[in-house]
């Protein structure tokens, strides 16, 4: 059964600097990766997908790698903002059913 | 920009009432998924639609919970009855359903509050 592991928790930065957040997972056999974003009370936005073939995505100021041999996921944000402030849940998607699994999130507060 | 819609928001009930929340998904979605989300936790998968056929509802609590969707198009997840336990945010989401894996869009979800 997959397990989804982020650390940390929550995590609270000063505007602009650079951060990472982690993500680990125990089956390799992954279609592919997501990272979300979830703001409180709201749905999830999908920020990046990777392919299982790939080792990097990027979107403007968002970086996610993935190495799927060692089960483990990065999401980088440069210069962070305080419109970054969410909750970030990365997902692996089963391989067979495409399923995603969660993991339980990385609260992020930037502080102006 | 298409997105997917769930009707109600919010929803307050008593125990052992039924509920029901409704999905549309965005047009051409294959795919269609529920999720359970407990505060504080990621969200677990439900039931998983390819076109109106479900392909996986291991984790759906089936004494209770049923889901449909007739036509392939939008979906219907029901409690009857409700239980105190069952309060959550419950997500839909959708994706084009290509083998290989797709971007997975989300609703806002139906915050289920069960008093």
């Known amino acids: 059964k997959q397990e989804v592991t982020q650390i940390p928790a929550a995590l609270s930065v000063p505007e602009g600097e650079n951060l990472v957040l982690n993500c680990s997972f125990t089956d390799s056999a992954?279609?592919?990766?997501?990272?979300?974003?979830?703001?409180?009370?709201k749905g999830l936005t999908s920020l990046l997908l990777i392919q299982s073939s790939q080792r990097e995505q990027t979107s403007g100021r968002l970086n996610a790698s993935l190495d799927k041999s060692s089960g483990r996921s990065t999401l980088y944000i440069a210069a962070s903002q305080p419109g970054d402030s969410a909750t970030y849940l990365c997902a692996p998607a089963q391989g067979g059913s495409e399923k995603l699994v969660f993991g339980?999130?990385?609260?992020?507060?930037?502080n102006p | 920009e298409a997105e997917v819609a769930q009707s109600p928001r919010y929803k307050i009930t008593e125990k052992s009432q039924a509920v029901a929340f409704w999905c549309d998904p965005i047009s051409g979605h294959a795919t269609l998924y529920w999720y359970r989300q407990i505060l504080g936790q990621?969200?677990?998968?439900?039931?998983?639609?390819q076109d109106e056929s479900v392909v996986d509802d291991s984790q759906l609590p089936k004494d209770r919970f049923s889901a449909e969707r007739l036509k392939g198009v939008d979906s219907t997840l029901k409690i009857q009855p409700a239980e105190l336990g069952d309060s959550a945010m419950?997500?839909?989401a959708s994706s084009l359903g290509?083998?290989?894996?797709?971007?997975?869009?989300?609703g806002a979800g139906t915050r289920l509050s069960v008093l």
């Open chain 2, 42 to 49: 990621g969200p677990e998968l439900l039931v998983q639609f």
């Open chain 1, 104 to 110: 339980k999130g990385t609260k992020l507060t930037v």
């Open chain 2, 90 to 92: 419950y997500l839909c």
């Open chain 2, 98 to 106: 290509r083998r290989g894996g797709d971007i997975q869009y989300f």
């Open chain 1, 30 to 41: 992954i279609y592919n990766l997501q990272w979300f974003r979830q703001d409180p009370g």
